[in-house]
């Protein structure tokens, strides 16, 4: 109490603004589900039997890692250390011009030669000589050697065009060898920037479960938090679960929305503080404020709204 001209000091006041009762109904009713749901699954982890993926078993095969391969510089030093290509030309152009199938080819149409000569040339050139009585001449010997010379020029003239055509086999099986030893650095080099692509993307992977995981009991206080604060103009609980952000935007919208309806329609009834002197000095009773039917309208306008984005 003041002194001097007798006033008394101000008394505090407060002001408790409630809901119509239904709505405080409803949200008891809605905590206590809410409560019940999260004994029951804070310690039900969805993410519990998660099993990690690993890369190098499904890469390598169990026990393997990519440690156990050569590194991408080993491999290109084992394509590329020494490499002459002149040396590498003459290598394959000998394998392919004196090869043995190139031998045997050369071989047979030698036996081909000699078989026409038997069965052919010569029979008519001693046919021939008898006829002249020559038999025994120096012609027979003469006519002979000339057949044996033919033949002689021919499997030359064989050998020769076959080899002559088998020049270009040999220069593509060169490039094709400078172009496998190439394809295989590069197809080398892609299979290991595959392996650390995936196993970045993996490891996220089971990272991100782990992590959700160990934060389960969190996210299920996330949405009890959302709850007790629904009717303080819910805000929007975001967590990793999946489908909780449209329901997160319901809560929202429809208690928003009956906050809202209570303050801009519908019966507003208020009742102002007041003060009742006492022995111990007066005691102030707060005032109540009475959200009607606007915050049943609001709440219904809210869960549309949240429905339309």
Same mark, same amino acid.
């Given at each position: ?5 007798g006033?008394?000091?101000?008394? *505090?006041?407060?002001t ?11 949200? %008891? ?5 809410i409560?019940?749901?999260?004994? /029951?699954?804070i310690?039900?982890?969805? @993410?519990?039997?998660?099993? *990690?993926?690993? $890369?190098?078993?499904?890469? @390598?095969?169990?026990?393997y ?13 084992? @394509?590329?250390?020494?490499l ?6 003459? %290598?394959?152009?000998n ?9 045997n080819l050369?071989t ?12 052919t040339?010569?029979?008519r050139?001693q !046919? ?10 120096s ?34 099986r ?16 892609e299979?290991m ?9 993996? *490891?996220e992977?089971?990272? +991100?479960?782990?992590?959700?995981? !160990? !934060? ?5 206080l996330d @949405?009890?938090?959302?709850a ?11 967590? *990793?679960?999946a489908?909780?952000?449209?329901? /997160? ?6 208690l ?18 007041t ?10 009773t ?9 915050a049943g309208?609001?709440? +219904?306008?809210? $869960? ?6």
């Open positions: 109490m003041g002194s001097g001209g006033g008394s000091a101000p008394a *505090d006041t407060s408790t603004v409630r809901y119509a009762p239904y709505i405080e109904t409803r949200h %008891q009713d809605f905590l206590n589900t409560y019940s749901k999260r004994v /029951a699954v310690d039900e982890s969805p @993410f519990d039997d998660y099993t *990690d993926i690993e $890369v190098d078993d499904a890469f @390598f095969g169990a026990g890692t990519i440690a156990s391969f050569p590194s991408l510089y080993d491999m290109f030093g084992k @394509f590329m250390a020494g002459d290509i002149d040396a590498l030309f003459t %290598q394959i152009y394998d392919t011009i004196d090869s043995t199938v190139t031998k050369i047979a149409e030698g036996a081909l030669i000699d078989d026409e000569i038997e069965d040339s010569l029979p050139l !046919l021939g000589l008898r006829d002249i009585n020559s038999v025994i001449s012609t027979y010997a003469t006519g002979k050697a000339l057949l044996e010379d033919t033949r002689t020029k021919l499997v030359a003239k064989f050998s020769a065009d076959l080899k002559y055509r088998l020049i270009p086999v040999a220069v593509d060169w490039k094709a060898h400078l172009d496998w030893n190439k394809l295989v650095i590069g197809t080398y080099a299979i920037k595959l392996y650390y692509s995936v196993k970045t993307d993996v *490891d992977i089971n990272y +991100a479960m782990k992590a959700k995981d !160990l !934060l389960w009991p969190f996210t299920v @949405f009890e938090r959302a007790l604060g629904a009717l303080q103009g819910a805000t929007n609980s975001k967590t *990793d679960v489908g909780a952000s449209t329901m /997160a935007r319901v809560l929202s919208g429809a928003t929305g009956a906050a809202m309806g209570a303050m801009v329609g519908g019966q507003i009834t208020q009742t102002a503080a003060t009742v002197p006492t022995a111990a000095g007066p005691v102030t707060a005032g109540t404020t009475y959200a009607g039917w606007g309208i609001g709440a +219904a306008l809210g $869960v549309a709204s949240a429905y339309t984005y």
